[in-house]
C-alpha cells in the first residue's frame, strides 16, 4: 500500500510539475486567493546567487533580483510602470510580452543646467514634447546618475553600460536592481533618503541593503579608482548586517505589504505649492481620498506585471478605478459605482454639457484657481525628502500649477508645467537640442560661467543670446535658443530675433491630486466659479517663464489661450451671466402670467360646458 | 433619434402645409404669375404692421406679437438650425437663443393677457383657436425646463431629462406655431380679400 502511495505520489509530481514550469508559475506569482499576506522569511542571496549568512567575512548585499525573483519573476515586474522607463514591451496579467501604449503623456525627468540656461523634458518613452536620452547623447549610466534619488531602480539601473569607463565604474558600482524593498517594505526603518545617499555615491548594488537598514553601508564608489578590484575589496564600500536579523536557519524577516503604504509613494510623488511658505505647509490638506480612509494603492492598483493602474479609463483593465467608475452609476448589468465606498455625486445645477468638456479633476483636483498660477515643486524633479547636510537645493525647473488647458483628450483639466529652454542646432527643418557641456565649452564664458552651481538661472541679455548663437552657428548649422514659447535666432545681419515656435511649448501634464473635497470644489457656489469676466479658470495666468531678459517685462499667457476656447466669445458668454437672474425672474414672471390666465380661461370654459349641460333645450 | 424625428416633423409640417395651399388656395389670382408672388409677399409683409384703425392697446398688443414672432423664428433658428446640421447648440448661437428666450416668453404671457379673449371658443376657427391655447400650455414646459434646470435642485439625471423635456416640448411647440401662423395668415389674407 506504501509502495502504491509513493508511486502515486510520484505520478502525481511527475504530471503535475511541468505543468507548473510550462507556465512559469513561481510561488510569489498570481493569488491562491487568501487574502493574508504571506510572511517573508527567507534567505537572503547575493547577485552571484550565493547565499549570505551573518557571520560571513567580508558580506555581499543582496540581491533583489535572486533574493526576491527565487519566488516572483523578476522580469514581468521589472516591465511595469515604475521599472520600465523605455522599452515598447510588457507583460501583460496573462504572462504575455506585448506592445505597450506610453499613454498619457507624464511627468517627465527633467535635464536642467542654470549655467547654459536649460531645462529639457527628457523621457524614453518617447512622450510628445519630451526628448530621449539618447537625443541628448546621455548615456544610460549618465542618466541613472541624473535621476537615482528617486529611482526605484531596473529599467536605466539595469542596461549594460557600453563606453569602457562606464563600464568600468558600473562593474565597480553594480547594478541598481528594482528595489522591491522601496514600496513593499512596511517597516517604519525603510529609508529613501539613505537610498538616494547610496545613489549618490554610485553605490548601487548596496542600495536595497543599506535603504532597508538591514545592514550598514559605508564608503563610497565614487572616490575608488578604476583599477579598484570587487573580490579584494580594498577601501570600497563596506557592510554589516544587523546580526539580529538572522534566525537559527540564516533566515531574515521582511515586513512585506502588499498594499505599500502613502509614505512610500510620498517619497517620489510629493508636490509642494511654492505659494504656501514653507513654515505654513502644515496648513495643506490632504487628498480627501486619503483622509476617507483609502490608500494610494486602493486605486492605483497593479498584478504581478506592475502595470499600475493611472486612473485613466483608456488605459488597461482599471476602467472601474477611475473618478467614473467608482463614482458614477455603471450602465452594465453588474453594478460597479459605489466602490470603496464612493458616493454617487448630485451635481445639482450643473449642465451636462460641464461633463464633455471638462475633466473631473477640472473642478475636483489640485488648488482651487488662482489669478496667477502659482511656481511648485515635485518630489522627482525637485530631489525633495533628501535630509541631511547634503540636501540638494534645486529650484529648477520652473513648474507651474494648477494651469487649466486641454488635454490630450480634448477635456480642459488641470496641468502642471514648465516652459523647454534648451540651445539646439537647426539643420533644414530638424532641430537637435545641444547638450548643456556642448554649449559651456563653446560659450561658458558668454553665459557667466560664474554661476554657482546650485543657483536658479539668471537673467540672459539679447547680447550674450547673439554670442552663443554665433559660436553655435558653424558648418551649415544654425543655433537656436528656446525659451518662454519662443525661438532666439541670429538674422543675417547679426541681430536676434524672436518669434513664437512650436517647438518652445510648455511640456504639461495632469494634476490629478490632491482631490479637495465636494464642498471646495469649482461650481459649488454655483455658476460664478468660473463664469465670471475675470474668472481665473479662463482668465488666470501662467508666466511664460524664461531667462530672456523682456523689454516688457513677465510675459504670461491667459488659461484660455491653452484650452482652445475664443476669448471674446468666452468673454461675452461669461458677462451674459449678470444677466441670468433678470432671465428667470422674467420667464418665472411670464410663466406665472401665462398660468394665471390658463386658470381664467378654463374656469370659463368649465362654466360654459357646465352651463351648456344644465340648460333645457328649446 | 431627436434629430431623425426633428426633420421628419418639420418635413411632414412644411410639405402639408404646401398641400393645403394648393389644394385650397387663399388670395390673389392668378397665382403664380410673377407680380401675384410679389403682391402676395408684400401683403404678408404688411401683415406684420399694426393697422392705423387699430387702438392703442391693440396697437401695443400688435408689436408684441410681431416682436414675439421675430424672437420665435430667431430662437427656431438658432435652437433646431444646428440640430438639423448634425451639430448642438453651442457658443454664439446659444447665447443668442439665451438672449431672445426671455424676449419670447415675455411677449407670450403679454400677448395671453392682451388677446387671450379673442380665443375664447365659439363656432368660427376653433383650429386656430384650440392651437393658441395649447400653444400657450406648451409654453409653460419649454420655459420651466431650461429655467428650472438652472437652479441647483436637479442632478445630472434630473438636468439629461429637463434637457430633453425641453427639447422635446419645444419641437411639439415648434411645429403647432408654424401651422398655427399658417392658419393665421390664412384667417388674414381671406380677411384682406373679402373686403
Not at chain 2, 422635446?168 to 399658417?182: C, D, G, H, M, V
Request: charged content about 20%; proline content about 6%; some cysteine.
Amino acid at each position: 500500500m506504501k509502495t502504491f502511495r509513493l508511486l502515486t505520489a510520484l505520478l502525481l509530481a511527475v504530471c503535475v510539475y511541468p505543468v507548473r514550469a510550462e507556465v512559469g508559475q513561481l510561488v510569489g506569482q498570481g493569488s491562491d486567493g487568501n487574502r493574508s499576506t504571506p510572511v517573508h522569511q527567507i534567505e537572503l542571496y547575493d547577485e552571484e546567487g550565493n547565499q549570505i549568512r551573518p557571520f560571513d567575512k567580508d558580506p555581499k548585499p543582496f540581491s533583489t533580483r535572486i533574493t526576491c525573483g527565487r519566488c516572483h519573476e523578476y522580469g514581468t515586474i521589472a516591465s511595469g510602470w515604475h521599472f520600465n522607463g523605455y522599452e515598447s514591451e510588457a507583460f501583460n496579467d496573462e504572462g504575455e510580452l506585448v506592445k505597450i501604449d506610453w499613454g498619457r503623456p507624464g511627468q517627465p525627468w527633467v535635464l536642467t543646467d542654470s549655467k547654459t540656461r536649460t531645462q529639457i523634458p527628457l523621457s524614453g518613452r518617447k512622450w510628445p514634447g519630451t526628448f530621449s536620452p539618447d537625443e541628448l547623447r546621455i548615456s544610460s549610466w549618465k542618466f541613472l546618475e541624473m535621476i537615482s534619488s528617486h529611482f526605484p531602480g531596473g529599467s536605466y539601473g539595469e542596461i549594460k553600460a557600453e563606453q569602457p569607463y562606464e563600464e568600468r565604474r558600473q562593474e565597480i558600482s553594480g547594478l541598481y536592481e528594482v528595489n522591491c524593498l522601496a514600496c513593499h517594505n512596511a517597516d517604519p526603518h525603510q529609508d529613501q533618503n539613505m537610498a538616494a545617499l547610496q545613489a549618490a555615491r554610485q553605490n548601487y548594488r548596496w542600495i536595497p541593503a543599506a535603504s532597508s537598514r538591514m545592514a550598514d553601508v559605508s564608503g563610497d564608489t565614487l572616490d575608488l579608482t578604476m583599477f579598484y578590484d570587487p573580490e579584494v575589496n580594498i577601501n570600497g564600500p563596506t557592510m554589516t548586517y544587523r546580526k539580529d536579523l538572522f534566525d537559527s536557519e540564516d533566515t531574515v524577516f521582511f515586513d512585506i505589504t502588499g498594499k505599500p503604504s502613502n509614505e512610500r509613494c510620498y517619497f517620489c510623488h510629493s508636490n509642494q505649492n511654492l505659494s504656501v511658505s514653507e513654515d505654513r505647509e502644515w496648513t495643506r490638506d490632504e487628498d480627501v481620498h486619503l483622509k476617507s480612509g483609502l490608500k494610494c494603492v486602493d486605486c492605483h492598483r497593479n498584478g504581478d506585471n506592475h502595470m499600475i493602474t493611472r486612473g485613466i479609463e483608456t488605459e488597461g483593465d482599471g476602467k472601474t478605478l477611475t473618478c467614473e467608475g467608482c463614482h458614477l452609476p455603471d450602465p452594465a448589468d453588474t453594478p460597479q459605482s459605489g466602490r470603496l465606498g464612493a458616493p454617487e455625486p448630485k451635481h445639482r445645477g450643473i449642465p451636462t454639457i460641464h461633463f464633455e468638456k471638462l475633466t473631473c479633476t477640472a473642478c475636483h483636483s489640485g488648488t482651487w484657481p488662482a489669478e496667477e498660477a502659482a511656481r511648485w515643486k515635485t518630489a522627482r524633479m525637485h530631489e525633495t525628502g533628501l535630509h541631511g547636510p547634503h540636501t540638494p537645493y534645486v529650484p529648477q525647473p520652473h513648474v507651474y500649477a494648477p494651469v487649466l488647458m486641454k488635454g490630450a483628450g480634448g477635456k480642459i483639466g488641470p496641468y502642471k508645467l514648465f516652459w523647454p529652454a534648451y540651445w539646439a542646432a537647426q539643420r533644414d527643418d530638424a532641430m537637435t537640442p545641444i547638450p548643456p557641456e556642448q554649449v559651456l565649452e563653446k560659450a561658458g564664458d558668454v553665459l557667466g560661467a560664474y554661476i554657482e552651481k546650485t543657483d536658479d538661472w539668471k537673467p540672459l541679455t539679447e547680447q550674450q543670446i547673439a554670442g552663443v548663437l554665433e559660436r553655435l552657428s558653424t558648418g551649415g548649422e544654425r543655433g537656436v535658443y528656446i525659451a518662454g514659447g519662443k525661438s532666439y535666432r541670429l538674422d543675417a545681419e547679426g541681430n536676434v530675433t524672436s518669434c513664437d515656435d512650436e517647438a518652445a511649448q510648455p511640456y504639461a501634464w495632469p494634476m490629478a491630486h490632491d482631490v479637495r473635497p465636494a464642498e471646495q470644489s469649482l461650481g459649488v457656489r454655483m455658476c460664478k466659479d468660473c463664469h465670471t469676466t475675470d474668472s481665473p479658470f479662463f482668465f488666470g495666468t501662467v508666466e511664460m517663464d524664461t531667462p530672456v531678459k523682456a523689454d516688457n517685462g513677465v510675459r504670461t499667457m491667459e488659461m484660455i489661450q491653452l484650452q482652445g476656447i475664443d476669448r471674446l466669445y468666452m468673454w461675452v458668454f461669461n458677462a451674459s451671466f449678470v444677466f441670468r437672474p433678470f432671465l428667470k425672474i422674467v420667464a418665472f414672471a411670464s410663466c406665472g402670467l401665462i398660468v394665471l390666465v390658463l386658470l381664467a380661461y378654463g374656469v370659463r370654459a368649465v362654466a360654459a360646458v357646465s352651463n351648456a349641460c344644465t340648460e333645457e333645450p328649446e | 433619434m431627436f434629430q431623425w424625428i426633428s426633420i421628419i416633423g418639420f418635413s411632414v409640417v412644411f410639405a402639408g402645409l404646401f398641400l393645403h395651399h394648393l389644394i385650397f388656395p387663399c388670395g390673389y389670382k392668378p397665382r403664380f404669375t410673377a407680380g401675384s408672388l410679389i403682391r402676395k409677399k408684400v401683403h404678408l409683409l404688411t401683415l406684420l404692421f399694426p393697422e392705423q384703425k387699430l387702438n392703442w392697446p391693440t396697437k401695443f398688443r400688435k408689436l408684441v406679437f410681431v416682436l414675439g414672432l421675430f424672437s420665435f423664428c430667431v430662437l427656431l433658428a438658432t435652437g433646431f438650425g444646428p440640430l438639423l446640421c448634425g451639430c448642438r447648440l453651442h457658443g454664439y448661437l446659444l447665447m443668442i437663443h439665451a438672449t431672445f428666450a426671455p424676449v419670447f416668453i415675455g411677449c407670450a404671457a403679454i400677448v395671453a393677457i392682451l388677446g387671450a379673449g379673442q380665443y375664447c371658443f365659439n363656432k368660427k376657427d376653433a383650429g386656430t383657436k384650440a392651437g393658441f391655447w395649447v400653444l400657450l400650455a406648451l409654453s409653460l414646459p419649454v420655459t420651466l425646463t431650461m429655467v428650472l434646470s438652472m437652479f441647483p435642485l436637479f442632478g445630472t439625471h434630473g438636468q439629461e431629462i429637463l434637457l430633453d423635456a425641453h427639447r422635446w416640448s419645444a419641437l411639439i411647440f415648434a411645429l403647432i406655431a408654424i401651422i398655427e401662423l399658417y392658419m393665421l395668415i390664412r384667417m388674414e389674407v381671406l380677411k384682406d380679400t373679402e373686403r
